[in-house]
């Protein structure tokens, strides 16, 4: 398995992803986020809702945003719907992809 640079738990189990940063040619770089995977339907992909605080200067108060990402899931994350996962930024894999999960962070 491969070192992806990054301090992350690796996955137990193997894929032959070639989209997978722990088992492809997939390299890593840019930024990390965490969110919350909602919806896992099509193949090797999933939905990442990520809420975070914006300022509102005139108002001095915050709004709660939340924004989508999709992101390339490797199989051997094993990662199911509702699940915390940590994504990280990689080249575009297709039109709206390019982010990959890297890591599941809970259930
Ligand atoms: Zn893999």
Redesign the pocket.
């Known amino acids: 398995m491969k070192n992806i640079g990054i301090d992350v738990k690796p ?1 137990t ?3 032959d ?1 070639r989209f ?1 940063p ?3 040619s997939l390299g890593i770089r840019g930024k990390l986020l965490k969110g919350k995977a909602v919806s896992i339907k099509a193949k090797d992909m999933a939905i990442i809702e990520r809420e975070y605080l914006q300022y509102i200067k005139k108002y001095m108060m915050y709004e709660k945003r939340r924004s989508r990402i999709p992101a390339h899931l ?4 094993g990662v199911n719907e509702g699940d915390s996962v940590m994504i990280a930024e990689c080249r575009p894999l297709s039109k709206t992809v390019s982010f990959v999960v890297i890591e599941k962070l809970g259930e």
């Not at 490797?74 to 994350?77: A, F, R, V, Y």
């Open positions: 996955p189990k193997s894929c992803d997978c722990f088992h492809g490797p199989p051997c994350l």
